[in-house]
């Protein structure tokens, strides 16, 4: 803390887990800055958490229970839920209930809900969205070391030699990881950087080499390394004999399936000489951290890839030092939280085993409880399949959106809906599961919740709350302990504070551990309420010979194995379940965009971060977008065997022939038709249950409306006759794309019909060429704008974009109005490209034009783009470089 009105926290979106400063103000608004004296972020925040004081106002938020949509008190829901819950359980037994949790809950939360479902219901079936993120790198190193143990940290970042960015497109997922990288390299520039990724992203920006991999073949590449290691002598003999198992298999199955360069480099269509060039680096330098996320993880063989990089490590010896390791970055800001606290139906609390008696005995002796769950649950795309047969009853949806997330969500969607017994908890009021519940529970958000989350380098930061419980919001493990407390468990859920159950948690993590666990944070467990509130951020273990937490695992060569060894485990390479047909030729692959968080309920609140990808996208390579007659800028229909979708194109060479990109984040509330993942296949990796949602075969053709549009408007509305729609908050405005399949008769009528026939309207007609275009003025105030055509290459939307922050509109304004830009003289800043400080691309291009700026650095001391989280970078060196 540094003093009354300054609150120390973290972000709430990524796995970086950058600690936040926030100020409040006389005003009553907030400041947010990066924490200075954080270890994960010194300072720094990425566009995202720097627009965070933009996302916590009260629209659209849950504030009441409700019940079949109205509004109910605490007393009624809870009877409600508790009861539900019952009569599912006695009429079917414990395995027909569930809850399908997420990343985003605070341990405490995670700990309270995973105690109530394995441990008083009886069930396992509990499961986390982070089941879409990361649990293919847990089981990878489950199987490698016995435990769910990230043996590196952020520090080996700046240390390392090598760094190999596999399957993440760092840049824009996880901007913080990316500025420190590219800062080692600017310091140390014999720091060497490959990225093996199918996209040629932003984060190659700083890499030596890119090798474009072939969409799921990353096995084979690390088979072929594997195999070069051990032809060119480079195995670290005193490491391998003494502390792993498994070599000749290991190596056999990687003769058999990568047994030389040639035939690495046909599976992975890449070139030899990358290829080479890749293995002498990785083999010449011992300083190597193997960083991996999604594109590693959300594959049907995500598990074996994640071994694959693992074994490298392994049989090189580089592993527990400083500067090496494999080192796999979550996506959300606590899936580390939920890994620990056994949030995953395959796992019990603290790292333990549910099919292990000893830590069944264990766990059962300190939840007193004699109703332990004995197996695994359902992993989340099974839990939706048994939902959608109606052998699970009753789901409690928590802090998450799985008609948004989870693949095949068109399914999904009709499951819940078909679902006896629906609850869900959240802050959103409007999201597209939460409008399918029964019963709402209005849970607290960023700001107002206070508890511990955990990075991608073990780091525990406490999350501290710093403005009131709006309405009747509760804390999510209030609201757990209130179910279980009717539900007649009340002694085990007793909680007065979320310390309180801290406590608890940190009390299991070391209870008879001696160190057999890897999870201890048992020093932690008698933190007084001062202690937790004021404590600094450390990654654990955190136990009595390791007061201080520990940077880096395994530097003592001991392993959670039975024997103490690590494993090598032999990888056959598997190709992506459903292959490309003649029927579905392109492969689809989702992810992240540089300025939005999840299904945008929190990010799409900001202004500032809609500026920079307004609309679902479809990125697609010119020779592809030749084939399908796809023109840049106008609108796709894709579709899977499991769903369909509207995206705006834009014609790339970053992509590969063959495959398309397509953001993950649209939902109902702001798209038409823009949820991608209901045509993700719902294929899973058959042992972590994560879901391949780097590859789908889809088929892809122009959209031809009968025409299209956009709409400004100082309020929100529901355009009508648009089947394409997507809306994004601007400053002082509110845009919406359009495109509709009826010719709109009458354009006049049309736009008054939307938008109120009151106030001064200028009209644009142009029968012949099917252009219309109107404005709105109020008071000499730009109200609304609207631009209807037959073509989609209607105007750049920039400038109009401005004028809503006009106090009043000049005449050279009012000329170019209906010409959608501005005359000579008026400033138009144009494509959005730093969020952080609104600069656009022509003020870019301006200043290069000018001579007044060449490189990064200069643009960024005459204009500051780029000078806040950096993740803008790449794309003013584009722009440099013409
Ligand atoms: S990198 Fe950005 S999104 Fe991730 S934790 Fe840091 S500020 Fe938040």
């Known amino acids: 803390m540094t003093d009354l009105n300054t609150v120390l926290t973290t972000c709430p979106y990524c796995g970086v887990g950058c600690g936040v400063e926030v100020t409040k103000l006389d005003s009553g608004l907030v400041n947010v800055q990066g924490n200075k004296s954080h270890p994960a972020n010194f300072g720094r925040l990425c566009s995202k958490g720097s627009a965070l004081a933009d996302t916590i106002g009260l629209e659209g938020r849950l504030l009441h229970p409700m019940i079949n949509g109205q509004q109910v008190s605490w007393e009624t829901a809870l009877d409600a839920v508790a009861d539900g819950l019952k009569q599912v359980i006695l009429e079917h037994g414990p395995d027909a209930v569930a809850f399908y949790v997420s990343g985003q809950l605070l341990t405490e939360d995670y700990y309270v809900a995973n105690k109530l479902m394995k441990g008083f219901i009886g069930s396992s079936n509990i499961d986390t969205n982070s089941r879409l993120c990361m649990s293919s790198a847990v089981a990878g190193y489950k199987r490698a070391f016995g435990s769910d143990s990230v043996p590196c940290c952020y520090e080996d970042l700046d240390l390392a030699d090598l760094i190999i960015i596999e399957g993440s497109n760092t840049a824009w997922c996880h901007p913080i990881v990316f500025q420190r990288i590219a800062k080692a390299k600017k310091l140390r520039p014999e720091l060497k950087i490959i990225v093996i990724d199918p996209r040629k992203t932003a984060t190659c920006d700083i890499a030596d080499l890119h090798l474009p991999i072939k969409p799921g073949t990353d096995t084979s590449l690390f088979n072929g390394l594997l195999n070069a290691i051990n032809k060119q002598n480079k195995i670290d003999w005193d490491f391998v004999n003494h502390h792993t198992e498994g070599l000749l298999d290991a190596l056999n199955a990687a003769e058999q399936t990568a047994a030389d360069v040639a035939r690495v480099a046909q599976v992975c269509e890449l070139n030899e000489q990358d290829i080479n060039h890749f293995f002498q680096l990785f083999i010449n330098t011992e300083k190597v951290v193997t960083l991996y996320s999604q594109g590693i993880n959300q594959s049907s063989s995500g598990t074996d890839k994640s071994n694959a990089i693992i074994n490298c490590h392994l049989i090189t010896g580089r592993i527990g030092k400083p500067a090496m390791g494999p080192f796999s970055i979550t996506g959300q800001p606590n899936a580390m939280g939920g890994r620990e606290v056994g ?138 302990s209130e179910v279980a407390k009717r539900m007649g468990f009340g002694d085990a859920f007793n909680y007065q504070s979320s310390a309180d159950i801290f406590r608890e948690h940190a009390a299991l993590s070391g209870f008879e551990n001696n160190g057999k666990r890897d999870f201890d944070i048992s020093k932690l467990a008698d933190l007084t309420d001062k202690q937790y509130n004021k404590l600094l951020p450390i990654q654990w273990p955190v136990s009595s010979d390791k007061p201080s937490g520990r940077k880096r695992l395994f530097q003592d060569k001991h392993f959670f194995t039975a024997t103490g060894k690590a494993q090598l485990i032999p990888i056959t390479p598997r190709l992506p379940k459903n292959p490309v047909s003649s029927e579905y030729p392109l492969i689809l692959n989702t992810g992240r965009i540089r300025d939005q968080w999840h299904t945008m309920t929190r990010t799409a609140r900001s202004p500032r971060l809609n500026a920079h ?142 938008l109120g026939k009151e106030g001064e309207w200028i009209e644009f007609l142009d029968q012949g060429a099917s252009r219309f275009r109107t404005a709105k003025i109020v008071n000499n105030r730009l109200e609304s704008v609207v631009f209807i055509a037959s073509e989609f290459d209607l105007p750049a939307r920039s400038w109009l974009s401005q004028l809503f922050s006009e106090t009043s509109l000049n005449d050279e304004m009012r000329m170019s109005l209906l010409a959608g830009k501005p005359g000579a003289g008026l400033p138009d800043c144009g494509p959005m490209v730093c969020a952080c400080f609104g600069v656009g691309e022509n003020a870019i291009l301006t200043a290069i034009k000018e001579g007044s700026a060449k490189t990064v650095e200069e643009i960024g001391s005459l204009l500051k783009a780029g000078t806040n989280c950096g993740s803008c970078i790449p794309e003013i060196q584009k722009i440099i470089s013409g």
């Not at 009021?429 to 206070?450: F, H, S, V, Y």
């Not at 369909?644 to 993950?664: C, D």
Request: proline residues 6%; glycine residues 4%.
């Open 343 to 480: 949030a995953l139906s395959n796992q019990l609390a603290a790292h333990m085993e549910l099919e292990n008696p000893n830590h069944h005995d264990l766990v059962s002796r300190f939840w007193q409880t004699d109703n332990l769950a004995t197996t695994a649950g359902l992993k989340a795309v099974d839990m939706f399949e048994a939902i959608h047969h109606g052998k699970i009853k009753a789901v409690w949806v928590i802090a998450t959106n799985p008609v948004v997330t989870l693949p095949n969500a068109d399914k999904v969607r009709r499951a819940i809906e078909n679902c006896d017994l629906v609850v869900v908890s959240e802050c959103e009021l409007n999201t597209g599961t939460a409008a399918r519940a029964d019963i709402l529970l209005p849970a607290l958000a960023w700001g107002e919740k206070t508890g511990t989350v955990t990075n991608s380098e073990r780091r525990i930061s406490r999350q501290r709350s710093f403005l009131p419980h709006p309405g009747e919001a509760e804390e999510d493990w209030w609201i757990l």
């Open 613 to 754: 990808i307004s609309e679902p996208i479809v990125q697609i390579h010119p020779v592809d977008a030749d084939n399908y007659q796809l023109k840049n800028g106008a609108i796709a229909r894709l579709e899977s065997q499991w769903g369909n979708m509207l995206a705006r194109v834009v014609i790339t060479e970053e992509q590969r022939v063959g495959s398309v990109f397509v953001p993950m984040h649209w939902n109902d509330f702001l798209a038409s038709k823009g949820r991608v993942n209901s045509l993700v296949n719902p294929v899973v990796d058959p042992i972590s249950g994560q879901p391949e949602s780097k590859h789908t075969p889809i088929r892809i053709s122009s959209y031809q409306p009968a025409w299209y549009g956009f709409l400004f408007s100082r309020i929100a509305l529901k355009p009508s006759d648009s089947e394409y729609w997507v809306k994004i908050k601007g400053q002082q405005f509110y845009r919406y794309e359009l495109a509709g399949e009826t010719v709109i008769e009458n354009p006049s009528d049309w736009a008054k019909n939307q």
